[in-house]
């Protein structure tokens, strides 16, 4: 079966981490996408949204390997484009000989203050060997991952793959904390992966409930989770320009922006985010 760029890329990448699949945890909009083949996601009528970057956050330290993940990369084909004045750089890693646009970018805990002693902005770390950003409340993404199997006949992969996504509980909860940061577009973005996450598990709210209760709200501060608990109200109160956006971006499947709002609101609510 012929894959698709996107897929192809993305099990290029998937086959490149292998050794490192067991730390590593996909995250994104690819985790996003991945919810969909987990033994917990209803079937919906509607396709994930499709994204051409695949997200993969690492812990801050790794044991040393050879090769590591920069050269594992680009043994499979990746190159690397540099981004902005930081030591690392940011980087991008994009497949050479394709024209599909897929890359992938690395993702790190930032803990502490976000400059060094020194005055230097703590904004990469490199990491076996890629450049990683390092961005708050990544660490919800790495804690207590779910596992999602990649098929051979879906990925092109030889054989069946057990691959780590965020909890899709620290997923909800890391775009709720980082909402006001973003952009106006990167905003809209994530409403609707809100929408669409609460939507994939709805039939298993109550699993989520336990997720957040057990596994994900202890290891907040006190102010996140208040800050959490009142997404309802702060971000799904009324209908805004944002979230008219949200439910512009899948024009296809007609979404209402007062239903995404509701939607939001009553999932949130059901599994205890917001009260």
Known sequence: ?????????????????????DRAVIVGGWAHRL??????????????LITLDADVAL????????PNIREALVAHGFEEEFRGDDMPPATLYHLGDSDSGFY?????????????????????????GVNSQQLR???LLLKDPWTVELSTDNFGLPAPKALRVANPMGFLAQKLLIHRR?????????????HDTLQVFGARLDDLRIEWIDRVRPSLHRNAVKEIDTASDWLFGETTDVIREAAGIAADRRLRPEGVRESCRYGLQQISLAA
Do not use: N, V
């Open 1 to 21: 079966m012929a894959l698709t760029p996107d897929i192809e890329g993305f099990s290029r990448l998937i086959t490149a981490l292998d050794p490192w699949l």
């Open 182 to 194: 973003r952009s106006a577009d990167d905003q809209a973005k994530d409403i609707l992966y809100i």
């Open 35 to 48: 919810y969909h083949l987990h033994p917990a996601a209803q079937k919906l009528d509607f396709a994930p």
């Open 137 to 139: 409340f990544i660490e």
């Open 104 to 128: 992938a970018e690395f993702l790190t805990p930032l803990t502490g203050g976000e400059y060094t002693r020194s005055g230097k902005r703590k904004a990469t770390a490199q990491i076996a």
């Open 59 to 66: 812990p801050q330290t790794l044991p040393p390997q050879t």
